[in-house]
């Protein structure tokens, strides 16, 4: 009986919220769990054989949110969001289709001031979020292409109660479905040009009758690599790779957003926004680490926060499986 009565004081609840957003110029819209700008260049080719740990810094800077019209409301509140987390990645030499299987988990992922809707009003100190788990992706190499396709799920680990002023995570089970492909552009293969579709599919929030919509996220770049050897003995081997280049996303909700008995208030109305910027890569083979920076601005949201996105990325390859 206690989730029964839990469940219609969160629909009362969102009731009423809807009704105080819809009479004002916002329309509400959920996010999702895949941050846009996460992936950058070369985000269409899978990592060499080998175990390796990752660390993803997340910063996001906004004081702008748009309408419908993608006019800007909201008054001069700004929001500074953060993400960070350490994860363990893996490609293996097994082979299913022709391609290597690997997979990846983030298990420890921590989150400030979460944007979980077109609000500027969220929570402030870092708490732990939704864990994120890759079961299984799949990397094709060709002469001129790469390709990945991959199933990634994540888990409501983190503090959420509807209406609450401390929620770290989304309160949701998110299915996300992805495939893209990195295509070398010249002879010497320095030129790529990559991207990746993802599509999110999410359960409903806990105890309340919301579902975020279907959400679909396109990212990718165009990139120069650059490559500095040395001689070992009479073999030039690489010491320093470099990448640099031109990137983007844009996310859409494909789908409106339900809240069961106001679901034919909200509309068809949906959010949307794009980004560019530049990212660079170093790579120390002898190190076995790898270092990137992406900054991208948005532009042409419509219903959410318009802003500037930063993405540090810290890699270290633990062990390597490559058999040649």
């Not at 299987?101 to 939704?130: C, N, W, Y």
Request: glycine share 12%.
């Amino acid at each position: 009986m206690r989730g029964k009565y839990r469940r219609i004081a969160a629909v009362l609840i969102t009731s009423g919220m809807f009704f105080l957003v819809l009479a004002g110029d916002a329309q509400a819209q959920f996010r999702g769990h895949y941050i846009p700008g996460f992936t950058g260049l070369q985000n269409g080719t899978q990592a060499p054989p080998g175990i390796g740990l990752f660390t993803p810094v997340y910063f996001y800077t906004t004081d702008d949110l748009k309408n419908d019209e993608g006019e800007s409301i909201g008054g001069d509140a700004r929001i500074n969001s953060s993400f960070i987390g350490l994860g363990i990645a893996w490609v293996t030499n097994a082979k299913i289709l022709g391609a290597n299987l690997g997979g990846s988990v983030l298990p420890i992922a921590f989150a400030k001031s979460r944007i979980e809707s077109d609000s500027l009003d969220v929570s402030d100190p870092f708490a732990f979020t939704d864990i994120y788990v890759q079961p299984i992706q799949l990397g094709w190499k060709t002469q001129r292409a790469d390709f990945v396709v991959a199933y990634n799920l994540f888990l409501p680990t983190g503090e959420w109660e509807f209406g609450g002023d401390d929620n770290a995570g989304l309160g949701m089970w998110s299915n996300l479905f992805q495939a893209g492909t990195t295509l070398r552009l010249d002879a010497e293969n320095a030129w790529t040009f990559s991207t990746l579709a993802s599509y999110e599919i999410h359960s409903d929030k806990e105890d309340t009758d919301i579902q975020v919509g279907d959400i679909l996220t396109l990212e990718g770049g165009l990139g120069r690599t650059f490559l500095k050897t040395k001689m070992a003995g009479e073999t030039p081997v690489p010491s320093l790779v470099a990448n640099v280049g031109l990137v983007y996303y844009s996310q859409f909700k494909v789908t409106a957003d339900e809240a069961g008995i106001l679901t034919p208030r909200l509309g068809e109305l949906k959010d949307r926004v794009y980004a560019a910027g530049l990212e660079g890569n170093v790579v120390i083979p002898q190190s076995r680490l790898s270092l990137g920076l992406r900054i991208e601005r948005e532009f042409g949201a419509r219903n959410r926060t318009q802003g500037w996105a930063f993405m540090f990325t810290a890699a270290y390859v633990v062990k390597s499986l490559a058999t040649d």
